[in-house]
């Protein structure tokens, strides 16, 4: 099968196309063939440096896959052959979703949304599970709640607005100004262009603020926050505040597989409340221009490999 793999940890010139055996399910798996495939600031982060994901003999990357089942493995009842799934197989250890075929557990996998092709359902998984994890599984948020998207109308961001306003939440969402008819148009109630004001300046009484940024974001995140408040912070443990203190509820949470997540996710989609924005669709041996453009921080949206 075709496959990008990491030659060695570096730039983006590093991720190389070949050609590797095709794996088989086990007991409890599903073969899925790629058509498309999510790209993640995950994925060119590990692709620097290799840090934090459990590597197999082949460093591949990738964890975003919409496709069809092209077979299960022993006591597999959820598919069979021919069913349309999307799913983040394996996260955090190795999946290989810039490739043809990827095998992981049935349940990293729901059926995916009639409504959506196969680049828009890849688009989901990574960044639509962890909004869904951040906002209802971490922060809990209620109708009413003051909810603050740093980072809106990224990849984490976009679906982090639709899934709080879904949730009955007042939202506001920090991007520069080009993107403010975007976040307008996705739900956001509120937004704040990020190069002409100090959102700690503008905004207060926040129940929940979801970091994708890091750094000073969170320290300045603190300021807003009301008593017993939350702060989520995404990029790492090392972006979290000190100084959070008993007013506020800091941390850091990293997304995992979950099936429930996934359909409640497709349930979104299907009832016209959550649409993945698709910046870039490119072929898989452009993988490595995927992830400069990634690199650049300017996508609005995902940017997606088509495989087949």
């Known amino acids: ?44 982060k590990t692709r620097a440096s290799g840090a934090l994901i459990p590597w197999g003999p082949v460093p591949m990357v990738g964890w975003d896959v919409s496709g069809t089942v092209e077979a299960v493995g022993p006591g597999v009842t ?4 021919g069913d349309e799934v999307f799913g983040m197989p394996s996260f955090p250890r190795q999946a290989g979703g810039y490739a043809e075929y990827v095998t992981a557990t049935a349940r990293h996998f729901a059926r995916k949304p009639a409504a959506l092709t196969h680049v828009e359902a890849a688009a989901l998984p990574l960044a639509a599970l962890t909004a869904w994890q951040a ?25 982090a607005v639709q899934i709080a306003k879904a949730l009955g939440a007042y939202v506001i969402g920090t991007a520069s100004a080009p993107k403010h008819e975007f976040l307008r148009s996705i739900g956001a109630d509120e937004v704040i262009d990020y190069r ?27 300021k807003v926050l009301r008593p017993g408040g939350r702060l989520i912070t995404l990029n790492g443990p090392d972006d979290v505040p000190a100084d959070g203190g008993d007013q506020h509820r800091t941390g850091w949470m990293l997304v995992e597989p979950d099936l429930g997540g996934l359909r409640a ?13 698709v910046d870039t669709v490119l072929p898989l041996d452009q993988a490595a221009k995927a992830h400069e453009l990634g690199e650049q921080g300017r996508t609005t949206g995902k940017i997606v490999l088509t495989i087949v």
Do not use: C, K
């Open 265 to 277: 996710i497709a349930a979104l989609v299907e009832e016209g409340r959550l649409r993945p924005a």
């Open 135 to 159: 906002l209802t599984d971490t922060a809990d948020v209620r109708p009413g709640d003051r909810v603050l998207v740093h980072a809106a109308a990224g990849g984490v961001g976009h679906f």
């Open 1 to 44: 099968m075709r496959a990008v793999v990491v030659s060695q940890w570096g730039g983006p010139e590093v991720l190389t196309e070949t050609e590797l055996e095709r794996p088989e399910p086990a007991m409890g798996e599903i073969l899925v063939r790629v058509h498309a495939a999510g790209v993640n600031p995950v994925d060119w």
């Open 196 to 222: 002409s004001a100090d959102f700690e300046d503008v905004v207060s009484d926040v129940d929940v603020v979801i970091d994708a940024i890091g750094g000073e974001y969170g320290a300045r995140s603190l």
């Open 78 to 81: 959820l598919y069979r052959e």
